[in-house]
């Protein structure tokens, strides 16, 4: 499966928020787009996975038949944004074990009063039910917000969205990103300039006018080697984001 954008432009209130020419990710790949904070990551999440219409252009979907559409509930019921600002990040002062309950929720996994806490558990999270959602390691979050959308049957692709934003190195929630590309999922990963640097993207000075400035630029694609089909969606990025939190403890 593909995610292609054309033409996108996306108009604000007071001037362009987005200005893509071509944009595509496939299922097991793993894009990086940075751009400074703004609502240029916005407005290209929302309009990849079909949460937004923008003012010109197009978001479609190339099906595992090569068959495309423009159908965005099919685009929406594929795609999953994590952790987007003011969209789908959860409050900082929740507790994980809710976040967790709301997520298993909105994958129809149950709510039971325990489900929460065994899904923690199989992921050597249960230590974390009480911790408030800013108390751990930004690498940790990415990767429990991750998994938690994973969870929902449909999904074949996921918007990663500013995780540099929580501290740590970039190589860590980098890693998770990939980890899903390896699995099978397409994956789009947005983040600060500086950060595309520390990941060794050579990018262009930000120049042009005010679009282009807010517009995020490709700075790596890649496609990871697949690995065991056995292991589930999810347990690539748990394991590495686990081992990240504990190196960021010692620190």
């Known amino acids: 499966m593909r995610v292609v954008l054309e033409d996108v432009k996306v108009q604000g209130r007071r001037g362009p928020l987005l200005d893509i020419d071509h944009f595509s990710v496939d299922t097991g790949e793993c894009v990086l787009m940075a751009g400074e904070p703004g609502q240029g990551n916005t407005a290209m999440a929302l309009v990849a996975t079909g949460r937004l219409t923008p003012s010109g252009g197009n978001a479609s979907l190339v099906r ?28 900082d002062a929740v507790p994980v074990g809710t976040v ?3 997520g298993l929720a909105l994958a129809r996994r ?26 751990i390691p930004g690498a940790v979050r990415t990767a429990l917000l991750s998994a938690l959308v994973a969870e929902r049957a449909d999904v074949r692709f996921l918007v990663l969205s500013l995780p540099d934003r ?3 190195e970039p190589v860590d929630w980098w890693e998770i990103a990939q980890s899903y590309a390896s699995v099978g999922y397409g994956v789009l990963v947005q983040c600060g300039r500086s950060s595309a640097r520390d990941l060794g993207a050579n990018l262009p000075a930000a120049r042009g006018d005010s679009a282009r400035q807010v517009t995020p630029v490709e700075a790596v694609r890649t496609r990871p080697q697949p690995v065991d089909p056995e292991r589930s969606p999810s347990d690539e990025a748990v394991d590495s984001a686990w081992l990240f939190g504990e190196r960021e403890k010692d620190r």
Do not use: C, I, N, Y
């Not at 709510?111 to 959602?133: A, N």
């Open 100 to 102: 967790v309950a709301e």
């Open 110 to 135: 149950g709510s039971m009063p325990g489900e929460p806490t065994k899904w923690l558990r199989t992921h050597d999270w249960e230590q974390l039910r009480s911790v408030r959602m800013d108390a």
């Open 64 to 91: 595992d038949d090569g068959t495309t559409t423009h159908d965005k509930a099919e685009l929406r019921q594929l795609t999953a944004v994590v952790d987007l600002p003011a969209v789908s990040e959860p409050d």
């Open 166 to 168: 929580h501290g740590g």
